[in-house]
């Protein structure tokens, strides 16, 4: 499962080698500091909207990799299980926002002192 962390002044999503192939990316780091919001989401996987590019999706079951939807950009790592995620939104940078499940969205949320 990806790890979304914060170090120092830098928010980091690492992701399992698994992820990386299905997602077609690398992990991904961003300025804290480019942060608008970051929130928790009760059903992750209804959070990814849009065209995939490039990345692989399943309705329902799992959605990982770029999604576009109109001027926005969303990179996803998300499983239908758990449920629960952390949706992050960024002022700039390539991605308008980060979505990414977690088996506890509050306390990660909370870790990441934004």
Do not use: C
């Not at 009760?42 to 909207?49: S, Y």
């Not at 949706?87 to 909370?110: C, H, K, M, N």
């Amino acid at each position: 499962m990806a790890h979304l962390t914060r170090e120092g002044d830098t928010l980091w999503l690492r992701l399992s080698a698994a992820e990386k192939v299905e997602g077609v990316h690398g992990d991904l780091h961003a300025p804290v500091d480019s942060v608008v919001s970051a929130v928790v989401l009760d059903d992750a996987i209804h959070a990814v909207h849009g065209m995939k590019l490039p990345g692989s999706r399943l309705p329902g079951v799992f959605a990982m990799g770029t999604f576009v939807n109109g001027g926005q950009r969303t990179f996803a790592i998300v499983h239908h299980h758990p449920a629960g995620g952390v949706a992050v939104t960024f002022r700039d940078g390539s991605y308008t926002q980060w979505i990414v499940s977690a088996d506890d969205p509050e306390a990660l949320v909370a870790s990441l002192g934004l």
